[in-house]
């Protein structure tokens, strides 16, 4: 086809509350419909009504996994969203913007301004609060989509109220392609590539830990709410009752831990999400939860910090706390999703190395994975095995010369002591936050307590974990870029960049953080002739780690950015030429 | 719908025996908490439950030894959070008996929290506090039950704070069983917290356990002379009359102070399995993942 | 003088209740009059009354900032002082025990037993707690001690009882005296050479940190009780009337740190002081601190962990926690004493970096650091000067234009804004946990969260703290041992040890381990051929901090104990040969 | 001692515009946080305080964002931790007035525990809470203060929680003032604040501030219907008449509830230097230092 792209970013822009989000999901599930891959990004503040608010969605008729660089089209709702976007849009970009708010273009822009009186057509057509439609149908407009594509989303939508809404939203679309075409000549470049049509999946990364979750079996959720992780909360709520399961919501998130390490101790599969307040709160419930070698898994949602920081903004910076918050030295596992899939496998994966190791394990997810909307094939929940690790079976149990406590902390090669649950027989145990013996009950006994503190060590003293890393590139790169979450996407598209440009570059990302896969990490460490480390926090957190665990200080750089944004592909390809 | 205590009766018959441990408790000599101890193994196997159906969790203080000088599963868990973890016990085992113990610093300081909103939550769960109106364990700081003037490590010069006052708060909480003991009424104990598990829903007993090392105040003698029973004609389903009693008393009142019949929480939950999730099958059905991919096109 | 001894260690030990505690402190007190230097360190349990308690007090005529191997004089009052601690005792020791025990030594201990009738004594003198009297007694007449020497001592403790309690009690110990005599020939090896009679001070690390507190003006000290930390709290409540000041002792430890924060705020010098539990559970708090740049000084007094652990055992295992705990990237100073005067100099200098740096201070001591019982020649409260850091006087706010807010987080070259107090003309702001702009408001704007967040990052960044290490060696040792807080005596004494036998060894003692001080350290670092970092965890966390932040992977290595006790120094010795 | 209102009067009238900011609060439009702002600050002015000798705390939520609409000295600080803040403000300084202010979320659910020990410590401070039964910020999440049966999005179900009871617990807490306030009602909030203000101690207002975007149910339209004003004859002073009316009214009255003359805790504590330490001398006196090393000897 002549002058059709492959991607295009379109963004839509007002105050909150205004229904943004709601627009921004209508037509990026319209898109998906049509078989394209998304990836979208809400800008949203820490507030309920008022202020900007955006919803940037990237289309591409390939898998995207990152937000890029520039807006194609811009639907703005009002003149605020204009001015603090307009760096944003690249050269010969669209505006469409409501006659209204009298749109001005900032100078020196060189976008062209589609002035659409989107409110007074949905007037028109019988209700202003069809302005979102009419945008809608301005875009295909301008995209040259057919206004047809849609009939079958507003009949999802609007069917149960009856044809007629339906219609008249049809119309309210129709209305604002016709006003595009009919006053602006058509542009190239905004016609997008036909899709393939095949049927795909769209969710955020919450959707998916939470999805991730129900399918490894866990029943019990305990959580305070928090931005970002209250989708989380609010997913499991509502599927819960199809399987018996319950989501408490507690007083705070000491009480969220505590009670997910007791539905544990009492059987259950349990979890908590939070993200960094809460998170620090539950300090403490972590380190008993790893004392009394109670299995649980906490999400970690990171967002801008330290302290409240900015809730709805982007950041990885509770590494440090995740591996090494607590007092005392409490054995655990980190983890961290850098894709959607990840986001699903890696939570269920979580459980089952929760059960075999009986520690807690930290799903470090940041916002940007967490809220981003994307496009996945499809999951596979027979990949997701539930194996409880290691349980005393009822018979076991009943083979145990009787007398005495059951030895639940019983001091064995790999560290780890079969466990029983209440109810059982000769399973009677206590589960101990202090130092305690084989069958739980405290102790001041020196050799008793090193001999049990060895054992926790060694419970992860060999640990492997098949999805610790993910390597994409030559084996000897010049540059080798580290990372971890959703810095993955955007480091990706960065890298096909600068090969292109003849570089010999690769990609490093750790979904393991703790216990650091040093074997793993190593041959590409010192293969690669320099590595920078890139992450969003200010206190270059992972390259820390690695240094701690690696070195490797002489040939690495940090790249940290830690302003709530992410990186953006072609800000990281300039950023990364300075190494090469 | 939580089962009840008869149908958990075994055929060979629970004795005091079933309930013991081989452990010294590592207690003051006189301390009160020995005989809140002996009064829950009793009420335990006067109850005839088999100590492998109770979980008992404990706090952090003297008083929160108590889960590990009794036979059944325990927990000794955080400094003012017993009552956090027991109520996810009960959520993940709902047919377990579960009791929560713990001090006063526990239940009133650091964890009046977790107290309130356990009460208000009404879980099937009893909370035992042994409320010596000091901190034992760390060696005799004020506790948020000393009396005004109270002289401690930690306030010298006496405590210049208003005690808080747990039947009344628990009252104002909507707690569903209320009832306070003494160590020193032994009997009366042990029927009293037989009482708050057989109930259903949360269940409050608090007793005067007196610290014989750093509590010269409130002593066996002191609660002698000012505990009051309630008389037999008492009803404890009047709220109103539970608040006059307490006030009445100064908050030293023995006995069932209030008694409600409310639901508890497990029976509200919409769709709640109502069984021990480790026996569950804890596979998805192939159906439901689809339907919940369904909603992501 | 013939056949004296520079040192000795004694050792008194019973059931957890029976006046070991007072017996050992009266013996040290009586020795610190005499002029030796102590080092006494209790050994007890997490319980009130019951259960093995002892006293070990080393005597000597030189400074000695560390536990002895052995010891010489073991006074029991039960069998199982004599049976827990008898591997402890040199050969040639004496163990005096109490006739009413029927005591006996374990096989194979070559030691002579005393057997005292020590109850029978006291009861002989008219009350049977004078056993411990009749012991000490004992204990004089087997080091040749004359009896008048505690005369002073009955006196001060009991004079107001009356004259009469005094001479019981001085016949008591008499009594004891002479029994030795009568019964036991004199033995070799137990007479001390003559101290210098000079007067010293006796304490304990804890109290050293909270006359430091006081010294440095804090008037404000809000806690939550926690073994080992209470007796900072329980001293300044009973030092702060006369100075004005008010211990509180809050609901959590939560309120702790927040009341801190807040007393702070409105110009207080403020602290709190807590342990590991306690500790975790301020994380949130510290953040609050360090994003508000609200100065505070904590305190955490490391016991065994991880969970409540063993609460009366000692570690130092919250390293981690104190750096890298809480959400986000926290800025924060992290201090740690190695001496008794140290805690002192230390502590009062956390309260001037504090208020320079307007952060959150962590003292972090461990626990055989806070509660042995050391000897000091004297603490100068000249050398503590106050200094509150950079506040805005009332004429400099005088001086400023009127209207709008007080720039409270100015952005200055150093990161470090002026700050005011409430009730300060034209300097009201508002304090953040949000991230803000320059007038303490919310901000969600990327670029001013960009400037903020460098400027916190900025106050840290040529930190240089005038106490942040101590090496004591040749400048090229073959071995150089690194560590933090209290293992700085037994290092110290080891390392005599090793230098005796010609080895080329150093010390390294890390008092700033926040920011980590690479400058200082990295010469000494270099400089020798093997490294060894001594440590009191589970999880190497120095080694850790230390590779992390300038390498050495190579060339060091690790030597961590967890069991509950501190390193001795024949262990040490031992120990460390392996790297000789 | 605290330094009375009076005495703080400056020469030059304190007027509503001392205490604006130029800030547009970021709540929704007929939130009703606009009403409590406005009424805070209309006491403030009604007192004569100069704005730099007051001190505002607040916690975090919609309501959180109060500190930074006024002007006086604020603290934002964390959730559910304002009254801690504040109380450490107050003792640093005890000269200033104290404001504490928060959500519903705040006070009773993460900050429980925060506000029971706030209320019996007395402290002559004062706390707003802007109660709308709902989690705003985070956009409508059940609270404590939610009745049963209250759809949100954490219980699409309805709650099946016993929503808190703040006058009642405040009541049984020890709280030495205790009023309630309706948004609606700005003069009479003023009113309200203003006693607070002035009342010596502790004082909790505890005002219905209907969010209009996450509670459908609690609405101004459902609180003018179902809110009572005590009547001119009420008597504050007397405990069992304000448990009797909290009862009676299902909670919902409005005005002074409970007034009680008790010494605030900074006239408690032993040798308090009751001013600004920040003016005073920290250096320690000589022979203060010596007396403290003389009982190491
Ligand atoms: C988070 C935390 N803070 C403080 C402590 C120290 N601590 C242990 S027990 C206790 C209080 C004991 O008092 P109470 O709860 O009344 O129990 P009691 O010993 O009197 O039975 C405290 C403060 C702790 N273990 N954890
Ligand atoms: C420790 C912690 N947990 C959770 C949050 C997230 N959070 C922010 S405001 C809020 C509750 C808001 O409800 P409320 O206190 O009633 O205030 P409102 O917004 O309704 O005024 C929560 C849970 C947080 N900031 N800190
Ligand atoms: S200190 Fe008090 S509470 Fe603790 S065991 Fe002794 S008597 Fe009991
Ligand atoms: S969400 Fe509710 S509480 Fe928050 S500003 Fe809007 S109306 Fe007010
Ligand atoms: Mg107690
Ligand atoms: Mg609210």
Redesign the interface.
């Known amino acids: 086809m002549n002058g059709v792209v492959e991607e295009l970013t379109w963004m839509v822009g007002g105050e909150q509350g205004e229904g943004i989000d709601s627009t921004g999901a209508t037509f990026a599930s319209l898109m998906n419909r049509q078989g394209y891959f998304l990836y979208g990004y809400r800008n949203f503040g820490s507030r309920i009504k008022g202020g900007h608010t955006n919803y940037k969605l990237r289309i591409a008729t390939h898998p995207v996994a990152a937000q890029s660089d520039h807006v194609d089209i811009l639907l703005a709702f009002d003149q605020p969203t204009i001015n603090i976007n307009a760096k944003e849009l690249r050269e010969g970009a669209v505006v469409i913007a409501d006659e209204r708010v009298h749109p001005k273009l900032p100078e020196g822009i060189r976008a062209s301004l589609y002035v659409v009186p989107l409110t007074q057509i949905a007037e028109e057509h019988g209700n202003r609060i069809m302005k979102n439609m009419v945008s809608l149908g301005a875009t295909a407009g301008l995209m040259g989509l057919p206004v047809e594509a849609f009939y079958e989303l507003m009949q999802k939508r609007f069917g149960r109220k009856g044809n007629e809404v339906v219609e008249q939203n049809m119309q309210a679309i129709a209305a604002g392609a016709a006003y595009i075409r009919q006053h602006y000549e058509k542009l190239e470049g905004f016609d997008l590539a036909p899709a393939d049509g095949k049927s795909r999946y769209l969710m955020i990364g919450n959707e998916a830990m939470a999805l991730g979750a129900l399918t490894a079996g866990c029943r019990v959720m305990t959580a305070y709410p928090i931005t970002p992780a209250s989708d989380i909360m609010e997913y499991l709520v509502r599927k819960f009752p199809k399987v018996g399961g319950v989501m408490i919501q507690t007083e705070d998130e000491i009480s969220a831990v505590n009670m997910a390490i007791g539905a544990s101790y009492a059987g259950a599969r349990a979890m908590t999400a939070t993200s960094g307040p809460g998170f620090s709160l539950m300090a403490e419930g972590i380190g008993l939860s790893g004392m009394s070698e109670t299995p649980i898994v906490v999400i970690d949602t990171e967002r801008t910090g330290p302290s409240t920081g900015m809730p709805t903004r982007h950041e990885q910076s509770d590494l440090n706390m995740a591996i090494f918050g607590t007092h005392g030295d409490v054995q655990r596992i980190v983890l961290s999703p850098s894709t959607l899939e990840d986001a699903f496998y890696i939570t269920a994966d979580a459980f089952n190395l929760a059960d075999a190791y009986q520690v807690p394990v930290i799903m470090l997810a940041d916002f940007a994975l967490c809220e981003a909307l994307q496009t996945t094939e499809g999951l596979d929940p027979t990949q997701v095995r539930i194996d409880r690790g290691s349980i005393m079976t009822d018979e076991q149990l009943m083979q145990l010369p009787g007398g005495g406590q059951f030895k639940r902390y019983a001091i064995t090669p790999t560290g780890i002591s079969p466990r029983t649950f209440p109810s059982q027989v000769n399973g009677i145990y206590q589960a101990d936050g202090l130092e305690h013996g084989e069958d739980g009950h405290p102790t001041e006994d020196f050799d008793v307590r090193q001999k049990q503190m060895s054992k926790r060590l060694a419970k992860l003293a060999g640990f492997h974990y098949d999805r610790a890393i993910d390597y994409e590139g030559p084996q000897q790169p010049d540059l080798l870029v580290v990372g971890f979450g959703s810095t993955r996407g955007v480091i990706d598209e960065a890298l096909a960049q600068l090969r292109q440009e003849g570089h010999a570059v690769a990609r490093l990302t750790l979904r393991c953080l703790w216990p650091f896969p040093a074997e793993e990490t190593t041959p590409y460490l010192e293969a690669a002739k320099h590595i920078v480390i890139v992450e969003n926090n200010a206190g270059a957190q992972l390259a820390g780690l690695i240094h701690r665990e690696v070195g490797y200080h002489g040939k690495s750089s940090s790249l940290s950015q830690y302003n709530g944004r992410t990186f953006l592909p072609s800000q990281l390809v300039r950023l990364l030429k300075e190494w090469l | 719908m939580a089962i009840s205590v008869q149908e958990k009766k075994t055929p060979s018959a629970i004795t005091l025996k079933d309930y013991k441990?081989?452990?010294r408790p590592?207690?003051?000599?006189g301390c009160g908490d020995f005989s809140v101890l002996m009064a829950l193994q009793k009420s335990l196997t006067a109850l005839q439950l088999n100590?492998?159906?109770?979980?008992v969790?404990a706090g952090?203080g003297?008083s929160g030894?108590i889960?590990?000088y009794l036979?059944?599963?325990?927990?000794?868990?955080?400094?003012?959070?017993a009552l956090?973890?027991?109520?996810?016990?009960?959520?993940?085992?709902p047919?377990?008996t579960v009791i929560a113990a713990g001090g006063d610093g526990d239940a009133f300081?650091?964890?009046?929290?977790?107290t309130?909103?356990a009460m208000?939550?009404?879980m099937d769960i009893t909370y035992i506090v042994m409320d010596n109106q000091v901190?034992?364990?760390?060696?005799g700081?004020?506790s948020?039950r000393s009396s005004e003037g109270f002289k401690t490590?930690?306030?010298?010069?006496g405590s210049?704070?208003?005690?808080?006052?747990p039947v009344?708060?628990a009252?104002?909480?909507?707690a569903t069983f209320i009832a306070q003991g003494f160590s020193s009424e032994q009997d009366e104990l042990q029927e009293l917290i037989r009482k708050a598990i057989e109930h259903k829903g949360f269940s409050l007993v608090n007793v005067f356990s007196p610290c014989v090392?750093?509590n010269k105040v409130n002593t066996y003698d002191w609660f002698r002379q000012h505990v009051v029973q309630l008389p037999e004609t008492y009803d404890p389903h009047d709220k109103?009359a539970a608040?006059q009693a307490v006030?009445d008393t100064n908050g030293l009142c023995l006995g069932v102070i209030y008694e409600e019949d409310r639901p508890p929480?497990d029976e509200?939950?919409?769709?709640?399995?109502?069984?021990?999730?480790?026996?569950?099958d804890?596979?998805?059905p192939?159906e439901?993942?689809e339907e919940?991919?369904a909603e992501?096109?």
């Open positions: 441990v081989n452990i590592n207690w003051c000599p100590p492998k159906d109770v979980a969790v952090i003297c030894r889960s590990g036979n059944a599963y325990g927990f000794h868990s955080l400094h003012g959070r956090a973890t027991a109520q996810g016990i009960k959520l993940a085992n047919e377990l300081a650091i964890g009046m929290s977790q309130i909103h208000r939550r009404n901190y034992g364990l760390t060696k700081q004020t948020p490590s930690s306030t010298p010069y210049v704070e208003q005690p808080v006052h009344q708060l009252l104002s909480a909507n090392t750093y109103g608040l006030h929480y509200l939950i919409p769709g709640y399995a109502h069984k021990p999730y480790f026996h569950a804890l596979q998805l192939t439901l993942f919940a991919m992501f096109q």
